[in-house]
């Protein structure tokens, strides 16, 4: 039961990591229609970033905020320079195209920062457990993780749905046209948008650097983990995307941590440990169609669309 | 001029001449990575005609091909593995077993549009690297390597390097012979109409949702023969070979050398290959420069290289 527990703060953690890659995307699908392979570049070079400056200002949260800035100026240079021209193409181009600034980027990261790899050190009080429960001890970080994330779509939140440049945002979405007929920048949001997905992005790669190691091509399969939230959530639905995280969080973690002693009980040792790593790592994926099969556009389909 | 001297076809007739007489190249020049090079082209070749069946022609952005030549290629690795080396019994399954699952994800990925399709294509191509990852009785993580090429008797031996590359050759030309065929027969047509109009063609009274099926059914059966093939070549098989960005070069191969077009795929899929060999001897870092290529294509040479070439008579 304890290690139940443990699992499934694990598995939130996954899924408040996933809503922050899967916030970003959706929205800048939502908004500008364009589907963004180089997301998962954004999340690498968060991470590089936060290892990097962490290391010249020998402080984490300052590494980190120093990251957070320099990916979502990223974020807007790449939108200015490679992604402006993909608006209005067909989703092929714009798989092609970020495809491109993907393969782009991993060497980018090669030529600056070696093959590598990189490790970022935790300031020491992060690195202890504390007793979340009687008896459930848990790492002070990843209690941090699942905090600072759940402020983060708080406040993403409250951005969309309270302040001017939320409602810019969701009329940009349903009809883009009209708001550029009323005199709005329509560019200028386009980039914001896209440094603040960027942003969203590097933010879940700095968070997720102590954690893992800081390599080339991180970002490319937690993409397709967050491909799978929004497809579960809904294309262009960011409350969609906080269900379908956490869902898709929790049944993957728990799923690698119980579904091989589960199968031991119904079949041979032998079996289960062959079938066992591959079945649980295929779970969420048979979720998702079984989801797709009753509800093909997704558990919360965004309304226009 | 004769109708046919087009620069189209000249260029399509001078490639097909290089193919055919590269083995005679590398035997006089002793050039054994050219052929090593060119084999592997040549496979991944019918894995682009494959995918421009639907993706061209079908205009399903399928984003998880590249799982179809990993079943292929797991196929006759597992099959060695457990005691079954007949080239007759391997390739069968290779071909049904990919297209079974395509069978299976176009079921359910058929039903949605657009960007949904792509995704839902590319998580179930997810699907299978995750699976063969966790194999670990096939080498797991690592791949496994297969000692021993299918066998086929007396009829043909594939350790002969020449004669299994012109049976790779034939079988380029047999796909793309028979993609050519299909588009261009009733049910290719039905299927070529869905692409530019489906809710015409349903009105006409065509089950779109089914000629789809079939058609992205046969394109799985196409890709899973080019993964055995490609089993052969390498004598290794590992999840590597399916991981996403290895459907993404697949897609770009097919754009490259032109959507929709006969000989598109194997021109893109020879000119990618060829220019990444060649950078990677001149730079380390060579996707410096494909990268902004592929995004330079994607923005301005919409009908890939056969676009380009056959532009100036299209006019």
Redesign the interface.
């Known amino acids: 039961m304890l290690y139940f527990i443990e699992q499934s703060l694990n598995g939130v953690q996954l899924g408040m990591l996933l809503f922050l890659l899967a916030a970003g995307l959706t929205l800048i699908?939502g908004i500008m229609d364009l589907?963004n392979?180089a997301h998962g570049s954004l999340y690498m070079l968060g991470a590089y970033f936060a290892a990097t400056f962490a290391e010249a200002t020998d402080s984490f949260v300052l590494g980190a905020i120093l990251a957070l800035a320099a990916t979502f100026v990223s974020g807007v240079v790449l939108e200015i320079i490679?992604i402006r021209?993909?608006y209005g193409?067909n989703?092929?181009?714009?798989?092609?195209?970020t495809?491109?600034?993907?393969?782009?980027?991993?060497?980018?990261v090669?030529?600056i920062w070696g093959p590598a790899g990189m490790t970022l050190s935790l300031p020491s009080e992060m690195l202890n457990a504390v007793q979340v429960i009687p008896g459930v001890y848990y790492p002070v970080y990843r209690l941090v993780i699942i905090g600072v994330t759940l402020a983060v779509a708080l406040l993403l939140y409250v951005t969309v749905m309270r302040t001017r440049l939320g409602m810019l945002i969701r009329a940009g979405a349903s009809n883009r046209e009209m708001v550029g007929a009323l005199g709005i920048n329509i560019k200028l949001l386009y980039t914001l948008v896209f440094g603040l997905g960027a942003a969203l992005a590097g933010f879940a790669g700095l968070m997720q650097a102590p954690i893992l190691t800081v390599q080339i091509g991180m970002g490319?399969n937690i993409l397709?983990l967050a491909?799978?939230v929004?497809?579960i959530g809904g294309?262009g639905s960011i409350r969609g995307a906080f269900v379908a995280a956490i869902l898709v969080g929790l049944i993957d973690t728990i799923g690698r941590a119980f579904v091989p002693d589960m199968l031991r009980s119904v079949l041979s040792s032998d079996g289960a440990?062959?079938l066992?790593?591959?079945?649980?790592?295929?779970l969420i994926?048979?979720l998702?169609?079984g989801i797709?099969?009753f509800r093909?556009?997704g558990l919360f389909p965004a309304a226009n669309r | 001029m004769s109708a046919w001297l087009t620069p189209r076809s000249v260029i399509t007739v001078g490639v097909l001449a290089i193919l055919a007489l590269l083995p005679l190249y590398a035997s006089l020049s002793g050039d054994q990575f050219a052929m090593t090079l060119f084999t592997r082209i040549i496979i991944m070749a019918i894995a682009a005609v494959s995918l421009d069946l639907i993706m061209g022609y079908g205009g399903m952005v399928s984003f998880g091909h590249a799982a179809y030549l990993g079943i292929g290629a797991y196929a006759v690795g597992i099959l060695w593995k457990e005691g079954a080396a007949s080239g007759f019994v391997q390739w069968p399954v290779a071909i049904g077993a990919a297209a079974l699952f395509a069978l299976a994800v176009g079921a359910l990925s058929l039903r949605t549009r657009g960007v949904y399709f792509i995704m839902i294509t590319l998580a179930f191509a997810q699907m299978i690297y995750y699976a063969a990852l966790g194999m670990d009785r096939y080498g797991g993580d690592d791949g496994m390597t297969i000692r021993q090429r299918s066998q086929f008797g007396s009829l043909i031996d594939l350790d002969n390097r020449t004669l299994f590359y012109y049976l790779c050759f034939a079988l380029l030309l047999a796909s793309i012979y028979l993609v050519s065929r299909l588009v261009n027969s009733r049910f290719g047509q039905v299927i070529q109409g869905a692409r530019s109009n489906e809710r015409r063609m349903r009105a006409i009274g065509f089950p779109v949702f089914r000629y789809r099926l079939v058609c992205f059914t046969i394109a799985g059966a196409m890709c899973g023969l080019a993964g055995a093939l490609l089993a052969n070549h390498t004598n290794f098989v590992s999840p590597a070979m399916m991981f996403w960005t290895r459907s993404g070069d697949l897609m770009v191969f097919v754009v490259l050398g032109g959507l929709g077009t006969p000989f598109g795929p194997l021109i893109g899929t020879a000119t990618f290959l060829l220019l990444e060999e060649a950078l990677s001897r001149v730079t380390e870092y060579s996707g410096l420069f494909l990268g902004p290529g592929l995004l330079l294509v994607a923005l301005y040479l919409r009908g890939g290289i056969d676009g380009l070439i056959g532009g100036a008579r299209r006019g």
Do not use: C, K
């Not at chain 1, 989703?91 to 195209?97: F, K, M, N, R, S």
């Not at chain 1, 066992?276 to 295929?282: F, R, T």
């Open positions: 699908f589907v392979l490679a021209p993909l193409r989703h092929l181009d714009h798989v092609l195209g495809f491109g600034i993907l393969i782009f980027f991993n060497d980018l090669r030529l490319e397709i491909f799978v929004i497809i294309v440990s062959t066992g790593p591959a079945l649980s790592s295929m994926y048979m998702m169609a797709l099969v093909p556009e």
